[in-house]
């Protein structure tokens, strides 16, 4: 006849802790784990609508400025990048808003007010209002962003690629 297993005192003891210790270990390991996989796994949306504040704001027939910043986080890292975009009303009711950004290599194009046009400092591109090329090595006119007005405030449709 077979003898069943028997466990004295200190086996079992053994067996007890070892079985306590991996429930304890998964308990807090876990969590941990996620916590520090978490970055990684989150997506960064790409697109947003950025409020310009008023339309009443923007003077009609002069280029303004609008400046601002996005945050961006990819795994760990955090950061900043800053924008800017021109408002043109040209009537009342009609605007565009234009990247700053020149579209030959990537320098940003001020408006000359007593030329009328907006000039890239980095090779001598020139833009009309209209946000087309006059002159310089630009392959195409400036991006116009996607408007959209709500409540008498201007928004911008910016998509980061």
């Not at 950025?50 to 002069?62: K, N």
């Not at 040209?90 to 907006?118: G, M």
């Not at 116009?144 to 709500?150: D, F, G, S």
Request: glycine fraction near 8%.
């Amino acid at each position: 006849m077979a003898e069943s297993p028997h466990l004295d005192r200190r086996q079992f003891v053994a067996v007890v802790t070892a079985f306590l210790g991996t429930v304890m270990g998964v308990v807090v390991g876990l969590p941990a784990i996620g916590y520090l996989l978490s970055p990684a796994t989150k997506v960064q949306k790409k697109e947003a609508w950025i409020p310009l504040g008023p339309v009443e704001s923007y003077a009609v027939g002069t280029p303004t400025l609008f400046s601002f910043t996005r945050t961006t986080v990819n795994g760990w890292e955090k950061t900043v990048n800053s924008y800017g975009a021109y408002v043109v009303r040209f009537s009342p009711d009609q605007l565009k808003v234009f990247s700053n950004i020149c579209t030959h290599l990537s320098c940003r194009v001020t408006w000359k007010e007593d030329a009328q046009e907006y000039v890239c400092p980095c090779h001598d591109a020139h833009f009309d209002a209209q946000g087309q090329v006059l002159s310089g090595p630009p392959p195409a006119p400036l991006i116009e962003y996607e408007t959209k007005i709500e409540e008498g405030n201007l928004f911008i449709h910016l998509v980061v690629g």
